[in-house]
Each structure stands twice: as C-alpha cells, then as structure tokens.
C-alpha cells in the first residue's frame, strides 16, 4: 500500500512541474479543417445490384475549410481536392480491387485510400506530404448518401520529415 501511495505522489508531482508538454512527432503547429463538396459517381462501375454501403468508384471532389488554427501563416487551401476511385478486376480475374488517383496535382507525394465506415457510407483519406515532408495535410472526406460530401482533416507543421518510410 505504501509503494502504491508512493507511485501516486510521484505521477502526480511529475504532472505539476510545468514543463511545457513535448508534442508528437515534432508537431510545431496545427490547423483543423472541415469539408464540403460532391461525389460523382462512375457510370461505367455502378454498384452491384442489391448493394449496400460504400462504393467509392467515380470522382471526389472536395473543398477545406479553416476551422481552427495555431500556425502563422495560415496554411494556404488548394481551391478543390480531387480524387478518383477506379474499379479493376486483379490479375487473376477475382474481385474488384480499388485502385485511388489524386487528380488535384499527380506529382504531389500522396496517400489515397477509402474504406466503408466514418459518418458517412464511404470515408476517404487524402494525406498530402510537402517534398521535405514537414507539412502534412490528412483529409478526411467523407460520402454520403446523396452523394454529398462533408468530413475533416487537419494540417500539421511539423520539425521531422513525417512522409511514412517504405510507402
């Protein structure tokens, strides 16, 4: 019981020192972000009959929006982000795999994926790595029903190259 109380007494004096918290990753600052946009889907790839749920096959197209922010200058929006879902088949005629394209600027270094699930039927994820990779934006788009697209996303500055290794 002692050692229990004294444990207790050291966590909580090590939490009132105030020293300024260490941020992750070297984070210097961040900006939350909110979307809006639509979803046009590919009338080439419509869903199977009877479907349910996310199918993320056509063009995305979105805009950010500054909800709050702690970096100076303000991270400067693109006027739209744009990707588009395309429907193949892999190599051995099996089921359809998804394939995702960032159309807004291809030689940006990029991450694009969508899985079944957030708030709405289909949420994307759109990360945007600078060429050093210390400004990141995660953008996270999400399909609705009637083809909307709300979601968020966050901006980062940040002191290390955060560009994940390997990818």
């Known amino acids: 019981m002692r050692l229990a109380g004294a444990l207790l007494f050291f ?6 020192t105030g020293d300024a918290p260490v941020e992750p990753n070297g984070r210097i600052c961040g ?3 909110s979307a809006t946009g639509m979803f046009a889907p590919d009338p080439s790839a419509p869903p199977p009959v009877g479907s349910t749920g996310c199918w993320p096959a056509g063009t995305w197209t979105f805009q950010m929006a500054i909800v709050q922010n702690d970096c100076s200058p303000a991270p400067t929006l693109a006027p739209q982000y744009q990707f ?7 190599m051995n005629g099996d089921p359809i795999v998804n394939t995702f ?5 291809p030689s940006a270094r990029t991450i694009v994926k969508v899985s079944q699930g957030g ?6 994820e759109l990360d945007i790595y600078s060429a ?9 788009p999400e399909l609705n029903a ?3 697209i ?3 996303g966050e901006y980062g500055v940040f002191s290390t190259d955060q560009w994940p290794n390997g990818m």
Not at 84 to 90: E, I, M, P, S
């Open 11 to 16: 966590a909580l004096s090590g939490c009132t």
């Open 31 to 33: 900006t939350t972000l």
């Open 84 to 90: 588009q879902g395309v429907q193949t088949v892999d």
């Open 101 to 105: 394209m960032y159309l807004t600027d």
């Open 119 to 124: 708030l709405g039927l289909c949420e994307g």
């Open 132 to 140: 050093d990779g210390k400004t990141v934006f995660l953008l996270k």
């Open 146 to 148: 009637d083809n909307t």
């Open 150 to 152: 709300t979601g968020d």
